[in-house]
Each structure stands twice: as C-alpha cells, then as structure tokens.
C-alpha cells in the first residue's frame, strides 16, 4: 500500500461530496454536519471536463444510475469546507488514476484528521482521525476486500472478525466488520 495525499484540511464541496455522488440536497451537507469557511469561501478551480460529468450523473444519470433528477449548482461544489472524511482524498486518487494513458492497478491508504460539526460530548469531538483505503484493480470481488480487512485487522492483534451485510447508499456491496477482543 502507498499512503495517499492526505494534507489538505479544507476541500471544496465537489471532492468531499459532490464526486463521490452525494447529492446536494443531502442532510450531511448542512452546517449542522460540516464546517463551511468564510475565508477562502470558494475553491478556485475544479477540472472542467471532470465537473461536467459529475454534473451530468447527479442530473441526468449515467453508468447505470439514473442520477438524482436536480439542477446540479457549480456555486454549491465550488464552496469550501473542513473536509468530514478523507474520502474526499480517495475521489482525487480515483480521478488522477482515470486521467493515466494506461490502467495500472493501485493500493493506497490514509490515516489523517476529518472534522465534523458534532455536538460535543463524552463520545463525540469535533475533529477525529479516519483510517481508509483503497484497491483498484480488475477482477476484485467481495472476498479480496474481506481479506484485505482480515489482514489489516489481524496487524492490530484482531482476529475475530463477523462480516455482515450492510446497506450504505454510497457504496455496493456494502458490509459491516464486528470484533471481539479479550483484551
């Protein structure tokens, strides 16, 4: 695995949300979740040629989705923000890896800080770390990534794992890993 780029605290709306296909109406963009900025406000600039596709899926679909039937507004993925994952950082190695003349097959990771707009309390800060990683190859499948956690897991002196299916509405198949540590 390579770490991926992670040093950017502040992110535009596009990578937080709209590339990975968030819609702009969706309740996590409200300032109850994220930390818009004032100063900068707006990202200065987004890859053209990108934005017209992710604007064209969120609007009208694509790929097999049929988008979410919205007028899609430059003005909300230009706004800046303390970013809520490092997905966002995922989103910008996806496109740079889109962008190669030629597939070569890729595994990153990130450990780095997201901030969220949580109420405060015994359980729940306002800023926290994110473990996160990525595989791109042909031929994946389910059990390639259950192994990778296997194994990631197993690094921590994790070894009872349960995997159980999940539904997340932003990525299919979706699962769930529990543990049990005696310690």
């Known amino acids: 695995f390579t770490e991926m780029p992670t040093d950017n605290f502040v992110e535009s709306s596009f990578w937080n949300f709209d590339a990975l296909f968030q819609p702009q109406q969706h309740p996590a963009r409200d300032q109850h979740d994220t930390f818009f900025l004032q100063d900068p406000a707006e990202a200065p600039e987004l890859p053209p040629s990108y934005v017209a596709k992710v604007k064209k899926i969120h609007s009208h ?62 359980t729940h800060l306002a800023e926290f770390h994110q473990v996160e990683g990525l595989v791109a190859d042909r031929g994946l499948t389910l059990g390639h990534l259950m192994g990778i956690l296997k194994q990631f897991f197993s690094k921590l002196g994790i070894t009872q794992l349960r995997f159980k299916p999940a539904y997340n509405p932003y990525t299919e198949p979706s699962m769930e890993v529990f543990s049990y540590h005696e310690g």
């Open 61 to 122: 679909g694509g790929y097999g989705s049929q988008g979410y039937k919205y007028e899609w507004l430059l003005e909300e993925a230009r706004k800046n923000l303390l970013r809520t994952h490092t997905t966002s950082a995922s989103a910008r190695a996806l496109y740079r890896l889109a962008c190669q003349e030629k597939f070569s097959p890729v595994k990153y990771f990130s450990i780095d800080r997201v901030f969220r707009n949580e109420s405060l309390d015994a």
